[in-house]
């Protein structure tokens, strides 16, 4: 980025932009219902086994201003916005809300919670990436947390999450919903392993990527 792109990301009323659609959220708690997607370039976690990769590079990302980006999702019929990437909280999200928000919008995220929350949300799934974990003040913001299983040993980190959401039930009365994904490509050796433990952690639930069983986006 040259020192002017670095000024309008800065104060977030421009962003880089891979794509803008609509379609079905896939998985987690909303899946199945219709949302506009607007996916954020820039990632600081750099997952391996990352299925958008292509957002990494903002150079090759379309700089929009959140105008531009509140009227192209303003004709998808749904009221659901998904804002997601890359690592969205890279940016300043508080004017793409208030202009998505102004056109009538219910706005979710989606994040790794590892960076300062910024923006206003209707809903929040915080997946977290054990190599850039969540900032721990960011918690208390998840309405969600899914956690990606990529094998067996990954299920000890389920505790952690169990008890510090139990903890804020207790202390706020906030219930945020636990989940558990396969990595798409072990998705055959994991998903076992998964369904055999949410049956045994019932605050556990299993979320499928039904988009990619689907084919859709």
């Known amino acids: 980025m040259n020192t002017k792109e670095d000024n309008l990301y800065l104060s977030g009323e421009y962003l880089p932009v891979a794509e803008c659609f609509y379609s079905l959220q896939g998985e ?39 105008k531009e980006i509140a009227e192209q999702v303003s004709e998808y019929p749904s009221e659901n916005v998904v804002i997601t990437g890359g690592e969205p909280l890279l940016y300043n999200l508080d004017p793409l809300c208030k202009a998505l928000c102004a056109k009538g919008k219910k706005l979710w995220l989606e994040t790794s919670a590892s960076l300062p929350m910024s923006g206003k949300w209707d809903w929040v799934c915080i997946s977290p990436k054990d190599n850039c974990p969540p900032l721990e003040e960011n918690l208390i913001f ?57 049956k045994r952690h019932p605050r556990w639930a299993l979320s499928l990527q039904t988009h990619k069983w689907l084919e859709i986006r």
């Open 28 to 66: 987690g708690f909303h899946t199945g219902i219709a949302a506009g997607f607007v996916r954020l370039c820039g990632c600081n976690v750099h997952c391996e086994f990352c299925d958008s990769k292509t957002t990494w590079d903002i150079s090759k990302c379309r700089t929009m201003s959140v």
């Open 142 to 198: 998840a309405d969600e947390i899914k956690l990606v299983i990529t094998r067996r040993d990954d299920l000890a980190k389920t505790a952690f999450y169990e008890n510090k959401t139990a903890f804020y039930f207790a202390e706020t009365g906030k219930e945020i919903r636990l989940s558990l994904q396969a990595e798409w490509s072990v998705n055959k050796e994991v998903i076992e392993i998964i369904i055999d433990f949410v």
